[in-house]
């Protein structure tokens, strides 16, 4: 099983600043079948960015994604107030597909 | 995009069939997922379903293998997840989702990122 580490598990940002989410495979992703998810309070996760880099339907160009391999990032240029919530980082490249533990992006 | 149906509260050891229903025609054949979150935690991945043309295999997560199934009919669109032998540890929150593996001839799909609003299943005495 890939386990994904993510880090921070909270990153305190103030609007406007740069958000910057990390997550680390124990195995290779050879395919590159990385995605990262949004949920917020009571909501269900909202998919973000898949194979990496390439932006969900609708998800603004201050979403990007990057990373190879182990180690990918999630970032977000300058974070607005809806931006706040918690993200997941989700490797579907191998069996069993597994998440991260989420990262909690709050308002400092 | 997708509505999830059949959660509720069973006794440890009870059953339950959670449905999942695809709009029209536009999931038929794609690869699909189940996954859960437990209150307060972190999403489990849960079961996959593969498209019939690719043979329609399944795959579980190691806590749930030998009591979940998943199951699908395409004529009416549905996708379902039968619990059986359940734990109080498989209280959670299940949503049904497209998988982002997909063959190439689907990879339309996967930036519309569908998932369902989720249905709850509480296992307690």
């Known amino acids: 099983e890939i386990v994904l580490t993510q880090s921070p598990d909270t990153l305190p940002l103030s609007p406007g600043e740069r958000a910057t989410v990390s997550c680390g495979a124990s195995q290779n992703l050879t395919r590159g079948s990385l995605a990262w998810f949004q949920q917020k309070s009571g909501q269900a996760p909202r998919l973000v960015l898949f194979d990496v880099s390439t932006r969900a339907t609708g998800v603004t160009d201050r979403f990007g994604g990057s990373g190879s391999g182990t180690d990918f990032t999630l970032t977000i240029s300058r974070v607005e107030p809806e931006d706040f919530a918690v993200y997941f980082c989700h490797q579907y490249d191998a069996l069993p597909y597994t998440f991260g533990q989420g990262t909690k992006l709050e308002i400092k | 995009h997708l509505e999830e149906s059949g959660g509720g509260l069973t006794s440890p050891g009870g059953s339950l069939r959670l449905s999942c229903a695809a709009p029209?025609?536009?999931?038929?054949?794609?690869?699909m997922i189940w996954v859960r979150q437990a209150p307060g935690k972190g999403l489990e991945w849960v079961g996959r379903i593969a498209s019939k043309t690719d043979g329609g295999s399944t795959d579980y997560s190691a806590p749930v293998k030998g009591r979940f199934s998943v199951s699908r009919d395409d004529l009416d669109h549905k996708l379902f997840l039968q619990m059986d032998s359940l734990k109080t540890e498989d209280t959670a929150i299940y949503y049904c989702?497209?998988?982002?593996?997909?063959?190439?001839?689907?990879?339309?799909?996967?930036?519309?990122?569908?998932w369902g609003r989720g249905t709850l299943v509480t296992v307690s005495s």
């Open positions: 989702a497209l998988d982002l593996s997909q063959d190439i001839r689907l990879w339309y799909l996967r930036p519309l990122g569908y």
């Open positions: 029209g025609s536009t999931l038929t054949d794609a690869a």
